[in-house]
């Protein structure tokens, strides 16, 4: 167990938006920062983070919190590991308490899967470095590749004893349960008899974007025709291949920095570079690339280069992938290496300025990389030149952007000699379907520019609504605030006239709101913001420290999202730009005591409002003489709304 004192540290140091920049490639918008949501799909940034008030809130799923909750949604860490994960970021020293045997036993069952994963990686590291088998065997084997220790432990490399029980002994012997041995695919079951999965081989970790070891690859180093070059873990409840990219750990700060990253095809690849000194750099592990890994990429750079070994057959097969990346709406270089190197070997032999240069100079755009590849085989034949262009046009029409579709037909028209109009009509028929579907989209925005004809329907605003919402948001922000509250007494004049006489005295924020809602037995009519009302006025009224991010962290899931949503409304706009078009909202200028004051004022005068308005149906039901009682309390609330309007300044 974590002592509060600690986690009372985490909290006080971790800054959201250093915790959030480490996953997503976030953008200066105002005093905030916006990005594309890593829990959606999506072209347009919805995703805000506030460094002022410490959280962050996602509008395309509704999802909200601090950086603790952030963690434990897009890595599903549970509390704990969000704490210690923070505090490994900030080096803070963790204080903490031995857990009890059912401490542990109450582990999830994911959570367990990642203790024995992460047992496997100390083991395999243990067994590299300590034992002579390791040693002569698997350490060899990485210092032929030309790996240093320095680069070694940096990518926490491995190796499993040839031998057919020894991790499973070990993990059993140390209290792991063999049924997650089995659901990470460390240990094969087979009736009574249990073997480890990587026997013989050097190991590489696969971990996920913060870090967490999800699975290994692992190569085997003696010549054995039955078995696998390389073996990776098999799909679990946190291993899912086409989800992970090999290397995104050690990458993901220079991608964001460099605005750019370099996919290559393996392990060695990856590693190989890094310690040339280019650390942008990510692998699909050997598998095919697929979608869920180009939008991991897509969080941090809309930018990829994509390196080929020099084997002709090779490129071609992987030529694939690049749809799939433009698909995503990102920027693709291709760049290739000579005859016979692969990124590994040609890295190895080259300095850093070297390797920089090479890259630079031989990183072509997709479509005369494309071109100049197909081209080669199909310049005699002028049916393999048909295929070819519609193969080019086929992967240009898989760009959302119509603009950068317009200049790749441009560029395929003069690579391949053949007229824009053939191109643009090649186009249409892969890809009708969508040309109609922006055609439609294109006359709407033109009828933008026409004389308006039919008005929609003004949606009704609910005012209540806002209104309650504006006083938890006021409780949130300024609840703990001391200020000067300028009340108003409703008194008689000497002509009987009713007059409001101001009173100044000093209060906290969430007194004054709590005490007049209860003088005017006002009550919330929305559910959620009356259990979020009561929430914060008893922790305000409890703690003398109230702070923002705690209480966010302290409270479940749905009411976190409900604070994230009311606290980020306004930040919503900033997702616009309005100042790129000169349109400048206004700012917040009121002090807080005048805001709260106006709030609950405003708040009045509506339900004054409503209550004459039940009077007045009251009225029309009966006969008016039997409701002398009933206009006389309409004449004075109405009263009462007067006095209050022009305490607002407001023109009934």
């Excluded at 953008?27 to 990005?35: D, R």
């Excluded at 203790?115 to 065997?137: C, M, P, R, W």
């Excluded at 085997?220 to 086409?242: G, M, Q, R, T």
């Excluded at 005490?515 to 979020?532: T, V």
Aim: aromatic content about 10%.
């Amino acid at each position: 167990m974590i002592s509060p004192a600690s986690i009372d540290q985490v909290f006080e140091t971790a800054r959201v938006e250093e915790v959030i920049g480490d996953f997503v490639q976030l953008k200066k918008a105002g005093s905030n920062f916006k990005g594309l949501s890593p829990f959606s799909d999506e072209r347009s940034p919805s995703f805000m983070v506030s460094p002022v008030k410490q959280i962050w809130k996602d509008f395309s799923t509704g999802k909200g919190g601090t950086a603790v909750s952030f963690l434990m949604e897009h890595e599903h860490f549970t509390y704990p590991e969000a704490i210690r994960y923070l505090a490994k970021k900030y080096n803070i020293e963790l204080e903490e308490t031995q857990q009890s045997s059912e401490q542990k036993e109450k582990a999830n069952e994911r959570e367990s899967l990642y203790l024995v994963s992460e047992f496997a990686n100390d083991y395999f590291k243990k067994i590299l470095h300590k034992t002579d088998q390791g040693k002569a065997i698997g350490l060899s084997y990485f210092k032929e590749r030309g790996f240093t220790e320095e680069t070694i432990k940096t990518f926490d490399l491995g190796y499993a004893l040839n031998e057919w029980q020894a991790f499973t002994d070990e993990a059993l012997k140390q209290g792991y349960n063999i049924d997650y041995l089995q659901k990470t695919g460390l240990t094969i079951v087979k009736e009574d008899k249990r073997f480890d999965r990587f026997k013989g081989r050097v190991m590489f970790p696969i971990k996920s974007m913060s870090g967490r070891v999800l699975g290994f690859g692992g190569r085997i180093l003696i010549s054995d025709k039955k078995a696998a070059k390389y073996v990776n873990s098999p799909e679990s409840d946190i291993y899912h291949k086409s989800k992970v990219l090999y290397g995104i750990y050690h990458a993901k700060q220079s991608i964001a920095k460099e605005d750019n990253c370099y996919l290559v095809e393996g392990y060695t690849d990856v590693i190989q570079f890094h310690q040339t000194g280019i650390k942008n750099v990510v692998s699909s592990s050997g598998t095919a690339l697929t979608s869920e890994q180009i939008r991991l990429i897509n969080r941090l750079t809309k930018n990829i280069t994509v390196l080929f070994d020099g084997d002709a057959a090779g490129m071609r097969a992987s030529l694939r992938g690049i749809d799939l990346i433009l698909e995503q709406g990102m920027n693709v270089k291709v760049c290739s290496f000579p005859e016979g190197e692969d990124p590994d070997s040609f890295a190895k032999q080259n300095t850093l300025e070297e390797l920089n240069t090479y890259l630079t100079e031989n990183a072509k755009d997709f479509i005369q990389f494309k071109a100049s590849i197909l081209f080669e085989d199909s310049k005699n034949d002028p049916i393999k030149k048909a295929e070819t262009v519609r193969d080019i046009v086929n992967s240009i029409s898989k760009i959302p952007d119509r603009i950068k579709k317009e200049i790749y037909i441009q560029e395929c028209a003069r690579i391949m000699d053949i007229s824009e109009e053939v191109l643009f009509s090649t186009l249409a028929q892969i890809n009708k379907k969508d040309v109609q579907e922006e055609n439609k989209r294109y006359k709407t925005e033109q009828k933008a520019f026409d004389v308006i004809k039919h008005v929609q329907p003004v949606k009704k605003v609910d005012v209540q609504y806002i209104l309650e919402r504006k006083i938890i948001e006021v409780l949130l922000l300024y609840g703990n605030k001391t200020e000067n509250f300028e009340d108003l007494v409703l008194k008689e004049n000497d002509k009987g006239e009713l007059v409001l006489e101001p009173v100044i005295h000093q209060a906290k924020v969430f007194e004054k709101v709590f005490l007049d809602l209860q003088d005017d037995e006002m009550e919330f009519s929305n559910e959620k913001f009356k259990n979020l009302y009561y929430t914060i006025i008893d922790r305000l009224n409890q703690d003398q420290e109230f702070e923002l991010k705690t209480f966010v962290n302290s409270v479940d899931q749905d009411m976190a999202n409900e604070i994230t949503t009311i606290l980020m409304e306004d930040e919503r706009y900033a997702l616009d730009n309005w100042n790129r078009m000169n349109i400048f909202p206004k700012e917040k200028t009121h002090s807080i005591a005048q805001l709260v004051s106006e709030t609950i004022l405003s708040l009045r005068c509506f339900l004054i409002d409503q209550k004459v308005k039940e009077f007045q149906q009251e009225t029309l039901q009966n006969k008016i003489d039997s409701n002398r009682n009933i206009l006389e309390e309409v004449k004075d609330y109405s009263g009462l709304k007067m006095l209050l309007s022009r305490k607002l300044n407001r023109v009934l």
